[in-house]
Protein backbone atom coordinates (compact mmCIF):
# COMPACT_ATOMS: atom_id res chain seq x y z
CA UNK A 1 0.00 0.00 0.00
CA UNK A 2 1.02 3.42 -0.08
CA UNK A 3 2.55 5.50 2.47
CA UNK A 4 1.79 8.68 3.29
CA UNK A 5 5.73 9.29 4.44
CA UNK A 6 7.49 6.34 3.04
CA UNK A 7 11.24 6.94 4.07
CA UNK A 8 12.12 3.96 5.55
CA UNK A 9 13.76 6.56 8.04
CA UNK A 10 10.75 7.56 9.20
CA UNK A 11 9.75 4.02 9.94
CA UNK A 12 12.84 4.19 12.40
CA UNK A 13 11.66 7.27 13.78
CA UNK A 14 8.21 6.15 14.94
CA UNK A 15 10.10 2.95 16.53
CA UNK A 16 12.63 5.07 18.26
CA UNK A 17 9.49 7.17 19.57
CA UNK A 18 7.77 3.94 20.76
CA UNK A 19 10.35 3.61 23.15
CA UNK A 20 10.06 7.35 24.58
CA UNK A 21 9.41 10.55 23.58
CA UNK A 22 12.34 12.14 21.91
CA UNK A 23 13.96 15.31 20.29
CA UNK A 24 15.67 15.46 16.52
CA UNK A 25 19.47 15.28 18.46
CA UNK A 26 18.09 12.71 20.35
CA UNK A 27 17.29 10.42 17.65
CA UNK A 28 20.21 10.45 15.98
CA UNK A 29 21.95 9.58 18.41
CA UNK A 30 20.15 6.78 19.70
CA UNK A 31 19.85 5.16 15.94
CA UNK A 32 23.45 5.70 15.61
CA UNK A 33 24.44 4.12 18.62
CA UNK A 34 22.29 1.26 17.44
CA UNK A 35 24.04 0.99 14.12
CA UNK A 36 21.17 2.01 12.32
CA UNK A 37 22.81 3.82 9.41
CA UNK A 38 23.53 0.77 8.56
CA UNK A 39 20.39 -0.85 7.68
CA UNK A 40 18.93 3.22 7.22
CA UNK A 41 20.10 5.69 5.02
CA UNK A 42 19.77 8.76 6.92
CA UNK A 43 21.87 11.88 7.43
CA UNK A 44 21.08 14.60 10.37
CA UNK A 45 19.55 17.18 7.68
CA UNK A 46 17.09 14.64 6.16
CA UNK A 47 16.30 13.54 9.65
CA UNK A 48 14.79 17.06 10.48
CA UNK A 49 12.91 17.03 6.80
CA UNK A 50 11.32 13.14 8.33
CA UNK A 51 10.19 14.30 11.44
CA UNK A 52 8.57 17.51 9.96
CA UNK A 53 7.03 15.08 7.81
CA UNK A 54 5.86 12.98 10.27
CA UNK A 55 3.66 15.59 11.91
CA UNK A 56 2.26 16.72 8.83
CA UNK A 57 0.75 13.45 8.72
CA UNK A 58 -0.52 13.27 12.25
CA UNK A 59 1.76 10.66 13.26
CA UNK A 60 4.20 12.46 15.25
CA UNK A 61 3.39 15.73 17.49
CA UNK A 62 5.62 18.62 19.84
CA UNK A 63 5.08 18.35 23.37
CA UNK A 64 7.51 20.19 24.77
CA UNK A 65 9.66 23.10 23.79
CA UNK A 66 13.52 23.48 26.08
CA UNK A 67 16.82 25.86 25.41
CA UNK A 68 20.23 24.15 27.33
CA UNK A 69 22.19 27.43 27.89
CA UNK A 70 23.49 28.73 24.80
CA UNK A 71 22.33 26.03 22.18
CA UNK A 72 19.20 27.03 20.01
CA UNK A 73 15.62 25.30 21.15
CA UNK A 74 15.03 21.50 21.08
CA UNK A 75 11.52 20.34 20.73
CA UNK A 76 10.32 16.62 22.36
CA UNK A 77 7.96 15.15 19.75
CA UNK A 78 6.20 11.81 21.03
CA UNK A 79 3.48 9.51 18.93
CA UNK A 80 0.50 9.98 18.47
CA UNK A 81 -2.10 7.36 18.23
CA UNK A 82 -2.35 7.20 14.51
CA UNK A 83 1.49 7.46 14.85
CA UNK A 84 1.19 4.22 16.46
CA UNK A 85 -1.08 2.54 14.39
CA UNK A 86 0.66 3.57 11.36
CA UNK A 87 3.80 1.92 12.99
CA UNK A 88 2.25 -1.30 13.94
CA UNK A 89 1.17 -1.34 10.18
CA UNK A 90 3.90 -0.39 8.42
CA UNK A 91 6.29 -2.67 10.36
CA UNK A 92 4.05 -5.59 10.13
CA UNK A 93 4.11 -5.34 5.92
CA UNK A 94 7.18 -5.01 6.07
CA UNK A 95 8.24 -8.04 7.78
CA UNK A 96 5.27 -10.50 6.52
CA UNK A 97 5.21 -9.50 2.41
CA UNK A 98 7.93 -10.18 0.69
CA UNK A 99 9.08 -6.56 -1.82
CA UNK A 100 10.97 -7.29 -4.81
CA UNK A 101 14.03 -5.40 -4.53
CA UNK A 102 16.73 -4.32 -7.28
CA UNK A 103 20.11 -4.74 -6.01
CA UNK A 104 22.96 -4.03 -8.10
CA UNK A 105 24.41 -7.12 -8.18
CA UNK A 106 21.35 -8.49 -9.45
CA UNK A 107 21.53 -6.25 -12.66
CA UNK A 108 25.07 -6.90 -12.95
CA UNK A 109 24.25 -10.51 -13.31
CA UNK A 110 21.20 -9.67 -15.65
CA UNK A 111 23.57 -8.02 -18.51
CA UNK A 112 26.67 -10.27 -17.26
CA UNK A 113 26.73 -12.00 -21.07
CA UNK A 114 28.10 -8.94 -22.31
CA UNK A 115 31.14 -9.52 -21.26
CA UNK A 116 33.34 -12.24 -21.73
CA UNK A 117 33.19 -15.51 -19.37
CA UNK A 118 36.77 -14.87 -18.64
CA UNK A 119 36.72 -11.85 -17.70
CA UNK A 120 33.29 -12.40 -15.79
CA UNK A 121 35.39 -15.19 -13.68
CA UNK A 122 37.42 -12.86 -13.06
CA UNK A 123 35.50 -10.06 -11.77
CA UNK A 124 33.85 -12.91 -9.38
CA UNK A 125 36.83 -13.99 -7.89
CA UNK A 126 37.68 -10.36 -6.86
CA UNK A 127 34.13 -10.17 -5.52
CA UNK A 128 34.36 -13.39 -3.63
CA UNK A 129 37.59 -11.53 -2.05
CA UNK A 130 35.51 -8.35 -1.24
CA UNK A 131 32.72 -10.41 -0.12
CA UNK A 132 35.15 -12.17 2.77
CA UNK A 133 36.83 -9.26 3.54
CA UNK A 134 33.26 -7.23 4.41
CA UNK A 135 31.57 -10.88 5.95
CA UNK A 136 34.76 -10.63 8.63
CA UNK A 137 33.91 -6.54 8.91
CA UNK A 138 30.17 -7.32 9.68
CA UNK A 139 31.25 -9.64 12.05
CA UNK A 140 33.93 -7.92 13.99
CA UNK A 141 31.24 -5.06 14.48
CA UNK A 142 28.57 -7.49 15.67
CA UNK A 143 31.07 -8.74 18.28
CA UNK A 144 31.63 -5.25 19.69
CA UNK A 145 28.10 -3.84 19.85
CA UNK A 146 27.58 -7.26 21.86
CA UNK A 147 30.36 -6.70 24.04
CA UNK A 148 29.32 -3.09 24.60
CA UNK A 149 26.18 -4.36 26.18
CA UNK A 150 23.78 -4.08 23.18
CA UNK A 151 21.24 -7.12 23.01
CA UNK A 152 21.19 -8.96 19.92
CA UNK A 153 17.23 -7.68 19.24
CA UNK A 154 18.67 -4.35 18.65
CA UNK A 155 20.99 -5.46 16.50
CA UNK A 156 19.39 -8.70 14.41
CA UNK A 157 19.30 -6.84 10.70
CA UNK A 158 23.07 -6.86 11.19
CA UNK A 159 23.01 -10.45 11.45
CA UNK A 160 20.89 -10.69 8.69
CA UNK A 161 22.95 -8.69 6.43
CA UNK A 162 25.69 -11.12 7.65
CA UNK A 163 23.92 -14.17 6.36
CA UNK A 164 23.14 -12.68 2.96
CA UNK A 165 26.56 -12.14 2.40
CA UNK A 166 27.54 -15.89 3.44
CA UNK A 167 24.55 -16.71 1.63
CA UNK A 168 25.72 -14.84 -1.84
CA UNK A 169 29.68 -16.02 -1.14
CA UNK A 170 28.48 -19.42 -1.48
CA UNK A 171 26.83 -18.69 -4.70
CA UNK A 172 29.37 -16.90 -6.13
CA UNK A 173 31.96 -19.93 -5.03
CA UNK A 174 29.62 -22.17 -6.75
CA UNK A 175 29.27 -20.08 -10.19
CA UNK A 176 33.10 -19.69 -10.07
CA UNK A 177 33.77 -23.83 -9.72
CA UNK A 178 30.95 -24.13 -12.61
CA UNK A 179 32.98 -21.44 -14.35
CA UNK A 180 36.43 -23.11 -13.71
CA UNK A 181 35.34 -26.57 -14.72
CA UNK A 182 33.65 -25.59 -17.74
CA UNK A 183 30.47 -27.31 -16.45
CA UNK A 184 28.36 -23.97 -17.50
CA UNK A 185 25.82 -25.44 -19.96
CA UNK A 186 25.98 -22.07 -21.73
CA UNK A 187 29.50 -21.01 -21.74
CA UNK A 188 30.30 -22.36 -25.42
CA UNK A 189 27.31 -20.54 -27.04
CA UNK A 190 28.75 -17.28 -24.51
CA UNK A 191 31.71 -17.48 -25.70
CA UNK A 192 30.57 -18.14 -29.76
CA UNK A 193 28.74 -15.11 -29.42
CA UNK A 194 31.23 -13.13 -28.42
CA UNK A 195 33.88 -14.79 -30.87
CA UNK A 196 31.17 -13.94 -33.91
CA UNK A 197 30.74 -10.11 -32.97
CA UNK A 198 34.66 -9.84 -33.47
CA UNK A 199 34.50 -11.12 -36.67
CA UNK A 200 30.92 -9.18 -37.48
CA UNK A 201 32.13 -5.67 -39.81
CA UNK A 202 28.52 -4.69 -39.39
CA UNK A 203 27.44 -5.56 -42.91
CA UNK A 204 23.76 -6.58 -43.43
CA UNK A 205 25.10 -10.12 -44.26
CA UNK A 206 27.18 -9.65 -40.61
CA UNK A 207 24.31 -9.16 -38.28
CA UNK A 208 22.08 -11.50 -40.00
CA UNK A 209 24.96 -14.07 -39.76
CA UNK A 210 25.30 -12.91 -35.66
CA UNK A 211 21.57 -12.80 -34.89
CA UNK A 212 20.90 -16.49 -36.35
CA UNK A 213 23.92 -17.45 -34.03
CA UNK A 214 22.74 -15.48 -30.74
CA UNK A 215 19.71 -17.40 -30.89
CA UNK A 216 21.78 -20.42 -29.46
CA UNK A 217 21.96 -17.72 -26.40
CA UNK A 218 18.73 -16.80 -25.61
CA UNK A 219 19.33 -15.73 -22.44
CA UNK A 220 20.88 -12.24 -24.16
CA UNK A 221 19.16 -12.28 -27.67
CA UNK A 222 16.72 -10.19 -27.50
CA UNK A 223 18.27 -7.53 -24.90
CA UNK A 224 21.40 -7.69 -27.69
CA UNK A 225 19.79 -6.60 -30.35
CA UNK A 226 16.84 -4.26 -28.54
CA UNK A 227 19.76 -2.27 -27.46
CA UNK A 228 21.35 -2.08 -30.58
CA UNK A 229 24.59 -3.72 -29.31
CA UNK A 230 27.30 -5.23 -32.21
Known amino acids: MKRRVSNPLALAVLAALFERSM ?3 ELAAMLKGRGKEQSIRMNYGSLYTVVDALVRAGFIEPVETFR ?16 R ?3 RD ?16 EAGLSLMPVLQPEEVL ?6 AVALDERIAEVRCSMEQMLAS ?6 IIE ?12 SWVHGIIAEFEAGAHEDLDAWRDYHALARETTGSRSGRARERRRARRLVMIEEPIESSGVG
Open 23 to 25: HPY
Open 68 to 83: EGRRPERTVYALTVSG
Open 85 to 87: AEL
Open 90 to 105: WLSEILRCPAKEYPEF
Open 122 to 127: RLLRER
Open 149 to 154: GMRRLF
Open 158 to 169: TEYHAALLCAER
